[in-house]
């Protein structure tokens, strides 16, 4: 299965900075995601991001808050805009392998925001 | 829409036992898959086993097996011969045709020794 490379693994920022979380995997896949997963909750999906196409957003997630970029089929980008400490979380990604067969995740992101 | 829903916050095991962790899904599609994800403090999410909607038979994975009820929208988790590094938390999750995994609330495993 696809093995993919998360940065940074930890961040701590000042509120109305932004951060710009990366993933690289290393193979080519269709889709990818992007999760958050705030303290002692579960993972909840922020946006699917495809190749040559604008991401599509959540219910309760904007563009301008977390835009997403997906230049090829093996990286894509999500970005922390404006932070406020309630975006402090862990940020994961995630890519489809094809089909419904496997998800492989990134190792996470934990953001703080100070 | 999909739900998953993990009835158990917290569960224990002395090692070496069994145990078997709840969830419970509802889904308006006919093909979708079901996963069981274990994350450790180390935050990475692991894989633990993966079940088709449409296979009757529940999907084993060496100490790892499930109890698909699809009538009942029930798949639980059992989890044989209990090891320390078992302790985590595990997320059972759905996919569908939109191919995004909507996970459940989370079971945090304790492994007694």
């Known amino acids: 299965s696809a093995v993919i490379s998360q940065k940074p693994s930890r961040d701590i920022c000042q509120r109305g900075t932004s951060l710009t979380i990366q993933c690289q995997v290393d193979?080519?896949?269709?889709?990818m995601f992007w999760y958050r997963q705030q303290p002692g909750q579960s993972l909840t999906l922020i946006a699917t991001a495809n190749q040559g196409s604008e991401a599509t957003y959540e219910s309760g997630f904007v563009i301008d808050k977390f835009p997403i970029s997906r230049p090829n089929l093996t990286f894509s980008t999500l970005t922390v805009s404006n932070m406020s400490p309630e975006d402090s979380s862990i940020y994961l990604c995630s890519a489809s392998t094809g089909g419904n067969y496997g998800y492989t995740f990134g190792s996470g992101t934990r953001l703080t925001v100070v | 829409a999909q739900t998953v829903t993990q009835s158990q916050p917290e569960m224990s095991v002395q090692e070496a036992e069994t145990v078997t962790l709840s969830c419970t899904y509802d889904?308006?599609?006919?093909?979708?898959?079901l996963f069981w994800y274990k994350q450790p403090p180390s935050r990475q999410m692991i894989l633990v086993i993966r079940q088709e909607a449409y296979k009757q038979q529940n999907a084993t994975e060496n100490r790892f097996s499930v109890n698909f009820q699809k009538a009942a929208k029930s798949f639980s988790l059992k989890i044989s011969d209990s090891q320390l590094g078992d302790a985590a938390m595990y997320f059972c999750?759905?996919?569908?045709?939109?191919?995004?995994?909507?996970f459940g609330s989370g079971t945090q495993l304790t492994v007694l020794p």
């Open positions: 193979s080519q896949v269709t889709m």
């Open positions: 999750a759905n996919s569908g045709s939109a191919r995004q995994l909507t």
């Open positions: 889904t308006s599609e006919s093909d979708y898959y």
